[in-house]
T-cell receptor, first 113, second 115 residues
Framework: KAGVTQTPRYLIKTRGQQVTLSCSPI?????VSWYQQTPGQGLQFLFE???????NKGNFPGRFSGRQFSNSRSEMNVSTLELGDSALYLC????????????FGEGSRLTVL | EDKVVQSPLSLVVHEGDTVTLNCSYE??????LLWYKQEKKAPTFLFML????IEKKSGRLSSILDKKELSSILNITATQTGDSAIYLC???????????????FGQGTILTVHP
């Protein structure tokens, strides 16, 4: 059974640009969450989607957005990139929408220059 | 705001040693406490502890939840070099029967096991 797949794995952008990250959950998983991981702040919750609906959002500015498609695949977008957006962006899926047992992908490493 | 604090932040031991990692939490409407292991990129699930399941064990790893002290420990016995990783503790709050995917993570404990 394939795990959570994230693309791209690495990317470099410059300030002011925008970026779109993609996540394919484990087959059958309908809940997808996104987290940002930085050395200073650790893992921080961005948002969660279930059945194409955003059910929860963390304390991030509106530049961070996401969506989920009918096949449960999800994308997140960051507009007007800032240096501080450099981070590992982790996507996680879960079989049940009501559990903390998450299955994480290997992440997308974003560097903003 | 929910908060999770882990200690120590880093730990260096030798193979065969036993280690205890600590986690304290402040959560409104506690639902569960989870432990994850992060070796390279993807955190992998270890344990989930709830009010109805305060002790879990898997091989050399075990974890206990102390709801009175709002804390949890993760024990690893007979450590091996393969145990070297970041161990993450996370709390889950109950927002009406679900957490809506939101976990609050601690800073993590970096464990290094030398041969």
């Amino acid at each position: 059974k394939a795990g959570v797949t994230q693309t791209p794995r690495y990317l470099i952008k410059t300030r002011g640009q925008q970026v779109t990250l993609s996540c394919s959950p484990i087959s059958g998983h309908r809940s997808v969450s996104w987290y940002q991981q930085t050395p200073g702040q650790g893992l921080q919750f961005l948002f969660e989607y279930f059945s194409e609906t955003q059910r929860n959002k963390g304390n991030f500015p509106g530049r961070f957005s996401g969506r989920q498609f009918s096949n449960s695949r999800s994308e997140m977008n960051v507009s007007t990139l800032e240096l501080g957006d450099s981070a590992l962006y982790l996507c996680a899926s879960s079989l049940s929408p009501n559990t903390g047992e998450l299955f994480f992908g290997e992440g997308s490493r974003l560097t903003v220059l | 705001e929910d908060k999770v604090v882990q200690s120590p932040l880093s730990l260096v031991v030798h193979e065969g040693d036993t280690v205890t990692l600590n986690c304290s939490y402040e959560v409104t409407n506690f639902r569960s406490l989870l432990w994850y292991k992060q070796e390279k990129k993807a955190p992998t699930f270890l344990f989930m502890l709830t009010s109805s399941g305060i002790e879990k064990k898997s091989g050399r790893l075990s974890s206990i939840l102390d709801k009175k002290e709002l804390s949890s420990i993760l024990n690893i016995t007979a450590t091996q070099t393969g145990d070297s990783a970041i161990y993450l503790c996370a709390s889950e709050a109950d927002a009406g029967g679900t957490s809506y995917g939101k976990l609050t993570f601690g800073q993590g404990t970096i464990l290094t096991v030398h041969p």
